[in-house]
């Protein structure tokens, strides 16, 4: 969905509103730490797009400020009309303090929707340390193509107008003032916007006049945060038209730790909308939403194809829902009002492709189709873990599917979810149910519903050289990663996916994966290696090593490279995990193991680690199993302290080390 018809200064973090919009980025299934110290946000960016868009919210709009720029002027003018329609001019002063700030600011990009909005640079010029004014280039304005759905999958119709500025150095000054019309409101007859200020960026002033028709009925809202809005209401003007004043000043940023939650979540901000609660946001979808789910000729007959043979109402569910998550390809179109309207049933089926307001049309029309009832759930799939008062898009990014017969969320957007697993950004969020009109709340994460487990056998040659295989198993939200990873595993990444995984944890070898197809649903992540490594230790000794991670997932060695958490000033987010490993380290005859590491064990708050370590034979047993349980999606200031201190337990234990030396050298 469009950003509705709002300004988005790429890059920047010059906007008065976004979305934040979260995807989990999978890289590496062995070595994603499950987001206990969440890191979705170091492979993000900002778009317009809001719902379905799959892409994370503006690395800007959580990092640092550091001093890099300031906004010492933010001025809006902005007049709403009866009929959701408005006009608005922009005008904002910019200070570069840095080489970083300049590289920001160098080059602005004043984005929107050309089949809603028009945008005119009315002014933009250079105003140099000593005073001097520097106009751009009438080249250096220009209108580009600025398709960024196409980014992530997907087309739009937003244009960008391209602004250059000339001759900037520490100290200079950026002024762009621009002029806005929104000729059709994102929902007819409505106006919503939502203005907000990063904690971590310095704004000296900031000043919004805002006005609107007295026959469209605008409320405002404000959350009683630091640093506080000031809101005026002005006397009505000659035409009746009812006008308020913003004003807002940030002169000490705070840093943000990269794990905050959502910015709409503890920042000031300003919503002025006429509609009057999230809930009526669900119904203006509904109703444009409800039609395009009909179950024609063509759905009952392939609905009947899918579920051939099957008559479990469950059962039929989830073969339903695997086709619509594998066989729709995910392509987000956002042409005029496509951002927040799905197509039609018969013709997603017709393209193949959609984005998630078309999956899950597709899939209720599907289910209605077997006589299943479900309906449409508005969620933020990122970092926002609550909802607003008055109604808007924002913080809505993402459409799910709500089954009431089994009280169950299912998201076929994702293509690596199995039916009813949710990801961790749609975990623990409010929602709201289109078709029903109530708010609802996705499951709280689980540790033993995010489980991994690893059993793995390794043999140590006279030489120091391995051979081993393992073995391990992914449960719930951690497979989902795993699945998308093991996708990719074909071709020529075949060799360098276990060469690299190896090379993770310092191993330099080879290895092979087994497992069964994954583009199946139905199959469980479960997946079997064999590997060969060259020596990490000297044989025969004397020496000490560390347990070889092998072609393992090696999420608790993973916690070697995990930092203390700082204070938490704010809520920030956490999951619940559970992992567990059982190692099997055969070491040659030639050797003979001399001392242990000691066992560990602690429990604090939720958090368990325990590791042992003994004798069997010639082989060395080693078990650790580590458990995260948070209440929450979302942990407070305080938590970090227990975290920190099973953190600093693991690490210990991590770092203990197996002693052997020659048989020859031992001592009787």
Known sequence: MYVQGWLVRHRSNKLFQIS??????YDNFFNLLSCFRCSWRQSTWLFTLVLCS?????WAAQSPNEDHFRIEQR??????????????????????LTSTGIDWFGEEKVSFSQG???????????????????????????LVEDDQAGQVGGYSDTKAYAVIFPQLALGAKTHLRTHQVVHTPLYEGHYSRTFRFPLSIYFKDVVIDFSHDPAIKIKVETPHRQPLIKVKKLKNGSDGSVRYRFSFRNAKPIKLEEDTVSGLDIQPYIRVSSISSMLEVGQLYQEKAAKKSSVTTNIQALANDITHGIQDPQAQAQALYNWVA????????FLGDGGVVPNDAESIVRNRYGDCKDHNTLLIALLAAKGIEAESVLINSGDAFSLPKLGGVAPFNHVITYLPAWNLYVDSTDRYAPFGVLSYPSLDKPNVHTQTLRYGRTPKPQALQNHISSEVIIHIHDDGSIIGQANSKHVGTSAIGARAFLMGYEGRYKDEIPIKQLALFGQVGTGNLYFEPMYDLTNPVQVSATFNIQPINNFPGPGAMWVPVGLAPGRIESFREISPYPVQPFPYVCHSVRYTQHYVLNFPPSVEVTRLPEPMKIEIDGYVYQSRYFHHK???????HLTLENPKGVCQPGDEVSFNKILSVVQKDLRGQIFYEPKAFSRP
């Open 54 to 58: 799959v892409v994370p919210a503006s």
């Open 75 to 96: 001025h809006v003018k902005i007049h709403v009309n009866a009929d959701g329609s408005s006009v608005a001019d922009y005008y904002d002063v910019t200070s570069l």
């Open 326 to 333: 594998t066989e729709i390809r995910y392509v987000a179109i």
């Open 618 to 624: 010639q082989a060395i047993i080693v078990e650790r």
């Open 116 to 142: 809603r909005e028009s945008v005119k640079v009315l002014e933009a010029f250079t105003e140099l340390p000593n005073g001097k004014r520097v106009e751009l280039d009438p080249k250096a304005i220009r």
């Open 20 to 25: 934040e919009i979260s995807i989990v980025k």
